[in-house]
């Protein structure tokens, strides 16, 4: 019998401005700020311990992602893959506003119902739930084809990573907004194929043990 097996280490980007602010970033392409990066390197010193070692990083474009995986990365001295496929849900011209400025836009119901019942409802010229989660299905595929074994970082943001969690438990597109991950945050997903036949497994999912200490 044959058998091979894969770790996505799953990362949030750390902490910004806006996020502590509240704002909706989407697409936005906000940096990390001074928490942000002190984050980043605690996980980052979390992920250089692991083993077996990481074999490869890859990122949404968005800086508070790239800055993420670019301090992940360095202390294994690994380049970083860039991809605009894990950037976060386009969240259109709810996009730095917060739920205050929502509401006085007269978009209050709008905003609960994206909340709260998500298909179907998005944000004014926003993108669907069903398409950030096609593009993040996209890259999980195209990095699986690329380390079909082995441990592999992805960073990205909190909407859309849910989506492979989502997936991995073979949960509906619609469970994707039913749960929350923190800034630097760490999940572990485990694909086991044998004999063409593929299993996925969530091992943890939102683990900040390495921003207590």
């Known amino acids: 019998m044959s058998s091979e097996a894969q770790r996505l280490y799953i990362v949030r980007h750390g902490v910004t401005d806006w996020n502590q602010a509240m704002r909706m970033q989407g697409h936005s392409d906000v940096p990390l700020n001074d928490e942000g990066h002190v984050q980043a390197e605690r996980i980052a010193a979390r992920l250089a311990a692991v083993n077996p070692p990481i074999d490869s990083v890859w990122t949404s474009d968005l800086t508070r992602a790239r800055q993420t995986a670019e301090a992940i990365a360095a202390p294994m001295n690994l380049p970083v893959r860039v991809t605009p496929l894990l950037r976060e849900i386009m969240l259109g011209d709810w996009e730095g506003l917060n739920q205050q400025d929502i509401e006085a836009r007269g978009e209050g119901d ?20 069903e398409a950030a989660w096609n593009r993040m299905m996209l890259a999980r595929d ?46 572990i997903i485990d694909e086991t194929r044998s004999n063409g036949v593929l299993v996925r497994r969530v091992v943890s999912v939102n683990d900040v043990a390495h921003l207590l200490c």
């Open 110 to 129: 709008l905003l609960k119902q994206y909340r709260t019942s998500p298909h179907g409802a998005r944000p004014p010229r926003g993108e669907t739930l």
């Open 142 to 187: 195209q990095i699986g084809s690329e380390y079909p074994t082995g441990a592999v970082v992805v960073v990205g943001h909190g909407g859309t990573l849910r989506a492979l969690l989502c997936s991995a438990l073979e949960a509906p597109v619609t469970s994707m907004l039913r749960f929350s991950l923190g800034n630097a945050s760490l999940s």
